[in-house]
């Protein structure tokens, strides 16, 4: 067998390296080889064959053979993957709110992830704890049954903000000037 650089090859003893690498250099040694193959993006390995071993890698060629259902098969589960992981959200994606990083942060990165903890958000007026809820509620409405304690003098604000509205929260109808919530008996 003769390997080359550029080719990309399964070597079968080596399962520390993933599936098929690219050769970049490749020199005969006595009945044997010595490679460098790109492991990932910027990440080499040196690979010393003996003829055996060498005999046993398996060469991708570009012969038009392959079972074209595997092939889409495979690029559809790969780009799920992608598209599953990159994606932070399908509530994001149905509305028209543009939470800030911060924002989404929390929600994805801290609350989410932990779906069995109880959360209290609290912080400076201003700083999208509304938008976190509502995110956090979408996210979780088939297994969650919420609770939002908000001061009534806040309850109209959020209203007037359509806060409620951009994060897909129904906070109610607040009376203007009471400060009492309709149903939930909430006065200041």
């Known amino acids: 067998m003769i390997l080359e650089p550029g080719q990309r090859v399964r070597i079968p003893h080596r399962a520390d390296l993933p599936g098929h690498v690219k050769i970049e250099m490749a020199n005969p040694i006595g009945d044997g080889w010595t490679l460098f193959v790109e492991q990932a993006p910027g990440t080499f390995a040196k690979v010393e064959l003996t003829a055996a071993q060498a005999a046993a890698c398996e060469v991708l060629t570009e012969d038009g053979a392959g079972d074209s259902a595997a092939l889409l098969a495979g690029l559809w589960t790969a780009w799920m993957r992608a598209a599953g992981s990159?994606?932070?959200?399908?509530?994001?994606?149905?509305?028209?709110?543009?939470?800030?990083?911060?924002?989404?942060?929390?929600?994805?990165?801290?609350?989410?992830p932990q779906p069995r903890l109880r959360f209290l958000l609290a912080d400076e007026p201003g700083t999208?704890?509304?938008?976190?809820?509502?995110?956090?509620?979408?996210?979780?409405?088939?297994?969650?049954q919420p609770v939002s304690a908000t001061p009534s003098m806040m309850i109209l604000e959020v209203v007037r903000r359509g806060e409620d509205r951009k994060a897909g929260v129904a906070v109610g109808q607040a009376a203007a000037g009471v400060g009492q919530v309709e149903g939930w008996g909430l006065d200041q």
């Open 86 to 112: 990159g994606a932070r959200s399908a509530v994001l994606a149905s509305t028209p709110l543009r939470p800030y990083a911060h924002q989404l942060n929390v929600v994805y990165g801290a609350m989410l």
């Open 128 to 144: 999208g704890k509304t938008i976190m809820a509502g995110l956090y509620l979408r996210e979780m409405q088939p297994c969650t």
